[in-house]
């Protein structure tokens, strides 16, 4: 039986996207993207009007608060427009594409992503948030509607033609070639010093306000210090930018103080408050650069944050079956009696809360340690909307030793208050109303975690870490891969969707899977990840041009295959597609890997050389390719405890360029065996490692002492 929404045109209830279903019962006919309501704009010649968002974006909600709840609005929508609503998440190739066009005409982005489309789905008009009338200096959305309403019924070619002038464009762009023959390692220093520059010493972070995390940026400063043969104080120098940053954003209140896990960015530049959804994708790149800094470091708090994230994710952000959820809302409501859902309810407190939930002594030392107050500590410039009013963002203001001396105890005894305050907070607020979870498993997002729990299983020797990647890992070999095939599906929630993987989720499933495989030993994980690249290079590979466009071809709802470079709050695909073909090579002793990689930089030479700061994890890769081949490889029985006692030394030695291999018999290569010959190497029963550079190796050694040398002398 249909609702009563769905009757009057309303179709997102049939839907499985948290996003759409959101809006599954606004009075806008809103359709899914595809062809049924491509074919109604064009029999009934009504301009598309697209709306794309996702289930935990606040501008998303307020715009539907604001607009899309309203009849009045509603009824300008049914009669003028088809209404297409897309979850970008789920549906990221249409998402570049209209996102490209908005960027271009309009100067910026960001979602909610308004555009107005021709029946033939190329743009004309854009923009992102509108307010239902004129303010916040932006037009206000009904009379933008009408504008556009009246301008299609009167002039329908005049209002197309500007829009058609940039998607030309556009799709020139999308089909240019780079005018580069070779790389240049100089850009690595160029991207260095672009990035210093914008480096803030006494906060932390890249830029002004708003700051976000960018983990691409801790990425390229930690291999470049690795990887160039730097004076000592210019690599110290690098890594203290990144190390400065992590320390700032796990003391401030973007770090969620109670029950960890960071928050998207912060409004402000000192950390402080923050824009309050999480994602997946943030926990996943920020849990791999603490341990990245723990590794180099050896400073033990950075293992305290990443354990404190992957806490959080295995905790609120994992499903029963093994998969990863997607996000948590930056909305919820302060109570189960409240009517409308506010940024951050819930996570902040007033000081009256925090008194009477806390013992004198605990709620004395969070006062301090915190930075609490009567009032609320947030500055009125990072709340425009006043929703924070009187409230407090927990965020560190006093160290462990400063709060000992004001109230006159041992550093001990406050953490022990601290420590039990936390989880007394906790406990309380877990009885709050939480923020909406977006339920949705998308594999790409999935990689990321799974890598992240690889590498910090075996840095950290937490094989529930390592377990849990490969529960994840198995989730999406049984719900979302076609082994048959070798098609990968975008997403699952309740069943698996019917959009097909993009490049980003083949590259970040790869990876999680070499990164598997590095910390298990177990050879079917390469076995899949090289089957997974060959079905990438088939679908995205852009053979003439080189690189990986974004989207596999026959798509015809898609006008542009796009190749994305811009590493920004995830990486490129090409960024990480170069990563798995050096790895690849180098696990494999195969020829073509590497060249490969050099070809998907190549295919981004101009922009490498004119904005590399834009995408400094393909960079990373340059750095990398300037390197021999490095492996480290393994014989003997896989949980003999000799062997873990070397892969710790391995773990606790940071070379990002390096690979660990491991030894197989002849008899247990898989098939085809002459692709995995190299594993046979070392496969004796007595437990061992060689050091290897470029395929030639050191005598193996079966001491951790001997290799811990070895690898400080290579």
């Given at each position: 039986?249909?609702?009563?929404?769905?009757?009057?045109?309303?179709?997102?209830?049939?839907?499985?996207?948290?996003?759409?279903?959101?809006?599954?019962?606004?009075?806008?006919?809103?359709?899914?993207?595809?062809?049924?309501?491509?074919?109604?704009?064009?029999?009934?010649?009504?301009?598309?009007?697209?709306?794309?968002?996702?289930?935990?974006?606040?501008?998303?909600?307020?715009?539907?608060?604001?607009?899309?709840?309203?009849?009045?609005?509603?009824?300008?929508?049914?009669?003028?427009?088809?209404?297409?609503?897309?979850?970008?998440?789920?549906?990221?190739?249409?998402?570049?594409?209209?996102?490209?066009?908005?960027?271009?005409?309009?100067?910026?982005?960001?979602?909610?992503?308004?555009?107005?489309?021709?029946?033939?789905?190329?743009?004309?008009?854009?923009?992102?948030?509108?307010?239902?009338?004129?303010?916040?200096?932006?037009?206000?959305?009904?009379?933008?509607?009408?504008?556009?309403?009246?301008?299609?019924?009167?002039?329908?070619?005049?209002?197309?033609?500007?829009?058609?002038?940039?998607?030309?464009?556009?799709?020139?762009?999308?089909?240019?070639?780079?005018?580069?023959?070779?790389?240049?390692?100089?850009?690595?220093?160029?991207?260095?010093?672009?990035?210093?520059?914008?480096?803030?010493?006494?906060?932390?972070?890249?830029?002004?306000?708003?700051?976000?995390?960018?983990?691409?940026?801790?990425?390229?400063?930690?291999?470049?210090?690795?990887?160039?043969?730097?004076?000592?104080?210019?690599?110290?120098?690098?890594?203290?930018?990144?190390?400065?940053?992590?320390?700032?954003?796990?003391?401030?209140?973007?770090?969620?103080?109670?029950?960890?896990?960071?928050?998207?960015?912060?409004?402000?530049?000192?950390?402080?408050?923050?824009?309050?959804?999480?994602?997946?994708?943030?926990?996943?790149?920020?849990?791999?650069?603490?341990?990245e800094a723990l590794q180099v470091s050896g400073d033990p708090h950075f293992a305290e944050v990443a354990e404190d994230v992957v806490t959080y994710v295995l905790r609120d952000l994992?499903?029963?079956?093994?998969?990863?959820?997607?996000?948590?809302?930056?909305?919820?409501?302060?109570?189960?009696?409240?009517?409308?859902?506010?940024?951050?309810?819930?996570?902040?407190?007033?000081?009256?809360?925090?008194?009477?939930?806390?013992?004198?002594?605990?709620?004395?030392?969070?006062?301090?340690?915190?930075?609490?107050?009567?009032?609320?500590?947030?500055?009125?410039?990072?709340?425009?909307?006043?929703?924070?009013?009187?409230?407090?963002?927990?965020?560190?203001?006093?160290?462990?030793?400063?709060?000992?001396?004001?109230?006159?105890?041992?550093?001990?005894?406050?953490?022990?208050?601290?420590?039990?305050?936390?989880?007394?907070?906790?406990?309380?607020?877990?009885?709050?109303?939480?923020?909406?979870?977006?339920?949705?498993?998308?594999?790409?997002?999935?990689?990321?975690?799974?890598?992240?729990?690889?590498?910090?299983?075996?840095?950290?020797?937490?094989?529930?870490?390592?377990?849990?990647?490969?529960?994840?890992?198995?989730?999406?070999?049984?719900?979302?891969?076609?082994?048959?095939?070798?098609?990968?599906?975008?997403?699952?929630?309740?069943?698996?969707?019917?959009?097909?993987?993009?490049?980003?989720?083949?590259?970040?499933?790869?990876?999680?899977?070499?990164?598997?495989?590095?910390?298990?030993?177990?050879?079917?994980?390469?076995?899949?990840?090289?089957?997974?690249?060959?079905?990438?290079?088939?679908?995205?590979?852009?053979?003439?041009?080189?690189?990986?466009?974004?989207?596999?071809?026959?798509?015809?709802?898609?006008?542009?295959?796009?190749?994305?470079?811009?590493?920004?709050?995830?990486?490129?695909?090409?960024?990480?597609?170069?990563?798995?073909?050096?790895?690849?090579?180098?696990?494999?002793?195969?020829?073509?890997?590497?060249?490969?990689?050099?070809?998907?930089?190549?295919?981004?030479?101009?922009?490498?050389?004119?904005?590399?700061?834009?995408?400094?994890?393909?960079?990373?890769?340059?750095?990398?390719?300037?390197?021999?081949?490095?492996?480290?490889?393994?014989?003997?029985?896989?949980?003999?405890?000799?062997?873990?006692?070397?892969?710790?030394?391995?773990?606790?030695?940071?070379?990002?360029?390096?690979?660990?291999?491991?030894?197989?018999?002849?008899?247990?290569?898989?098939?085809?065996?002459?692709?995995?010959?190299?594993?046979?190497?070392?496969?004796?029963?007595?437990?061992?490692?060689?050091?290897?550079?470029?395929?030639?190796?050191?005598?193996?050694?079966?001491?951790?002492?001997?290799?811990?040398?070895?690898?400080?002398?290579?």
């Amino acid at each position: 039986m249909c609702s009563s929404s769905e009757s009057a045109g309303n179709l997102l209830a049939r839907e499985q996207s948290p996003y759409l279903l959101q809006h599954a019962e606004n009075p806008v006919h809103w359709l899914p993207w595809g062809e049924a309501a491509f074919e109604r704009a064009r029999t009934e010649n009504k301009p598309i009007f697209l709306s794309i968002g996702y289930s935990t974006c606040h501008w998303c909600h307020v715009m539907a608060h604001e607009s899309f709840e309203s009849q009045t609005i509603a009824d300008i929508l049914n009669e003028h427009f088809i209404s297409i609503k897309v979850d970008r998440e789920e549906r990221p190739d249409v998402d570049r594409v209209y996102m490209s066009f908005v960027q271009a005409t309009t100067g910026q982005g960001g979602w909610p992503l308004s555009a107005w489309l021709n029946p033939d789905l190329k743009p004309f008009a854009g923009g992102t948030y509108f307010p239902p009338e004129d303010k916040y200096g932006r037009p206000g959305f009904t009379s933008v509607l009408t504008n556009i309403a009246k301008a299609w019924e009167d002039e329908p070619e005049k209002i197309q033609a500007h829009g058609e002038k940039v998607f030309t464009a556009l799709e020139e762009m999308s089909r240019k070639s780079s005018s580069l023959t070779d790389l240049n390692p100089a850009w690595l220093d160029h991207t260095y010093r672009k990035i210093r520059g914008s480096y803030d010493e006494e906060l932390g972070g890249f830029g002004t306000a708003p700051k976000f995390p960018r983990p691409v940026n801790f990425h390229f400063l930690m291999r470049y210090a690795a990887g160039k043969e730097l004076p000592v104080g210019e690599a110290t120098q690098a890594r203290e930018m990144v190390f400065h940053t992590l320390r700032e954003m796990a003391d401030g209140g973007m770090y969620d103080q109670i029950g960890g896990g960071f928050h998207r960015y912060s409004v402000d530049e000192f950390w402080h408050v923050p824009h309050f959804e999480k994602m997946l994708y943030d926990q996943a790149q920020l849990v791999s650069a603490y341990i990245e800094a723990l590794q180099v470091s050896g400073d033990p708090h950075f293992a305290e944050v990443a354990e404190d994230v992957v806490t959080y994710v295995l905790r609120d952000l994992t499903a029963p079956e093994g998969g990863f959820y997607s996000a948590e809302d930056a909305d919820s409501f302060a109570s189960s009696e409240a009517k409308q859902s506010t940024e951050g309810a819930f996570y902040v407190w007033t000081a009256e809360e925090l008194q009477a939930l806390l013992a004198q002594e605990e709620y004395r030392a969070v006062e301090l340690r915190y930075g609490v107050r009567t009032a609320g500590n947030v500055r009125a410039e990072s709340d425009p909307h006043k929703e924070l009013t009187g409230q407090n963002v927990l965020s560190v203001a006093l160290r462990l030793s400063e709060v000992a001396e004001k109230l006159a105890q041992s550093e001990d005894q406050v953490a022990a208050w601290l420590k039990s305050a936390r989880q007394n907070l906790f406990e309380k607020r877990e009885l709050r109303p939480r923020p909406h979870l977006d339920d949705k498993v998308i594999t790409a997002w999935n990689g990321m975690m799974i890598s992240a729990l690889a590498r910090a299983g075996g840095v950290l020797a937490r094989p529930d870490y390592i377990q849990a990647a490969v529960r994840a890992a198995n989730f999406i070999r049984e719900k979302l891969y076609d082994g048959e095939q070798r098609q990968l599906y975008r997403s699952y929630r309740t069943q698996r969707s019917e959009v097909k993987g993009f490049a980003d989720d083949y590259v970040n499933l790869i990876a999680g899977l070499l990164d598997l495989y590095e910390a298990t030993g177990q050879v079917s994980w390469l076995v899949w990840a090289r089957e997974l690249q060959g079905a990438m290079d088939e679908r995205f590979r852009d053979a003439a041009r080189g690189g990986y466009f974004g989207v596999a071809a026959g798509e015809e709802s898609v006008l542009l295959r796009l190749k994305e470079d811009y590493d920004g709050a995830e990486p490129s695909p090409n960024a990480v597609a170069g990563e798995n073909l050096i790895r690849l090579g180098d696990l494999l002793k195969a020829d073509g890997y590497r060249e490969r990689a050099n070809e998907v930089l190549l295919a981004f030479a101009d922009q490498l050389q004119d904005m590399g700061h834009a995408a400094p994890r393909m960079l990373a890769v340059l750095g990398w390719l300037q390197t021999p081949p490095s492996q480290l490889v393994f014989g003997g029985p896989r949980d003999a405890p000799e062997l873990q006692s070397l892969r710790q030394v391995a773990w606790n030695h940071y070379d990002p360029f390096r690979v660990m291999a491991y030894g197989l018999s002849e008899a247990d290569l898989p098939e085809p065996r002459e692709i995995y010959q190299s594993l046979s190497l070392f496969a004796r029963d007595r437990t061992q490692v060689a050091v290897c550079k470029n395929f030639a190796c050191l005598e193996p050694v079966s001491d951790p002492e001997a290799l811990r040398e070895q690898l400080r002398l290579n």
